[in-house]
């Protein structure tokens, strides 16, 4: 059963872009999602933020183009 605070962090988490969401996801990927919510995303370095942005791009171009290829 889920408690009240994961149900309300679910609430939030739909709530979210999905460009958000990618972003979260790669943060708990990285194993950084724990400092983003204590300290926000002012709290990464300059490093982990380019690694988040990188990653996010790679995804961004991967689902590109297989939206091109499932159109083709």
């Avoid at 979210?16 to 926000?40: W, Y």
Wanted: proline share 0%; net charge positive; hydrophobic share 30%.
């Amino acid at each position: 059963m889920k408690t009240n605070e994961s149900k309300n962090k679910e609430k939030l988490f739909d709530a979210l872009s999905e460009h958000e969401k990618m972003k979260l996801e790669i943060a708990e990927e990285l194993g950084l999602l724990d400092q983003v919510q204590q300290g926000g995303w002012k709290s990464l370095s300059a490093k982990e933020t380019g690694r988040i942005g990188g990653l996010m791009t790679k995804r961004k171009r991967e689902l590109s183009s297989k939206t091109e290829e499932n159109t083709k």
